[in-house]
Nanobody, 124 residues
Framework: QVQLVESGGGLVQAGGSLRLACGAS????????VGWFRQPAGQEREFVTG????????SYVDSVKGRFTISRDNAKNTVYLQMNSLKPEDTAVYYC?????????????????WGQGTQVTVSS
């Protein structure tokens, strides 16, 4: 049974940093593309960043470019999201997701597995 588990969320002041982690059991991130999505309260889930298992540069939504960095540690079967210079508008539940396809799709339906989410709250 596949399970993705996010961790690292919390409350932080604007300008601060958090690092989220997504660990997997039942699948190997070596052959899965991983994406991070977020869902602010009352809004739709949106793509934040993704990293393909075949390599290449990760993709980022414009609003986080230069502030967020996705990385993977295949030995630990974990993907990280380093979030710096956080803003109140980054407040959301953050989800990691995995798909068997090679590209980091921005589409929610393209992902096969999802974590339960972790809350990130940025205070002003």
């Amino acid at each position: 049974q596949v399970q993705l588990v996010e961790s690292g969320g919390g409350l932080v002041q604007a300008g601060g940093s958090l690092r989220l982690a997504c660990g997997a059991s039942g699948l190997s991130f070596r052959i899965y593309t991983v994406g991070w999505f977020r869902q602010p309260a009352g809004q739709e889930r949106e793509f934040v960043t993704g990293i393909s298992w075949i390599g290449g540069n990760p993709s980022y939504v414009d609003s986080v470019k230069g502030r967020f960095t996705i990385s993977r540690d295949n030995a630990k079967n974990t993907v990280y999201l380093q979030m710096n210079s956080l803003k109140p508008e980054d407040t959301a539940v953050y989800y990691c997701a995995a798909r068997a396809g090679a590209g980091a799709s921005t589409v929610v339906a393209a992902y096969d597995y999802w974590g339960q989410g972790t809350q990130v709250t940025v205070s002003s």
